[in-house]
């Protein structure tokens, strides 16, 4: 079985996480808050800016903060040998 996910960490993409503070359509003073993740490339974020592309050309609400963090899943610090094996039963 192929894994997409596994395929992208091994590729660079990291874990985005978007924190998004929109305002209501029909009451704008009131600001709620979505938030985003998905696997994406630092720093340029293309699938960040596909998803806010998006939110912007389609839904009605209308951004006021995104705040950004991201963090690489699969590192060299992640990878290590390991000389034993430890069985259970």
Known sequence: MHDRVFEKQM??????????????????KILQSYIWQEYDLAPAFPELKRFIAFWQRELEGALVHVEVAHRDVIGAASVRRVDGLLSLH
């Open 11 to 28: 590729a660079g993409y990291g874990l985005t996480t978007a924190h998004l503070l929109y305002r209501l359509p029909d009451h704008p």
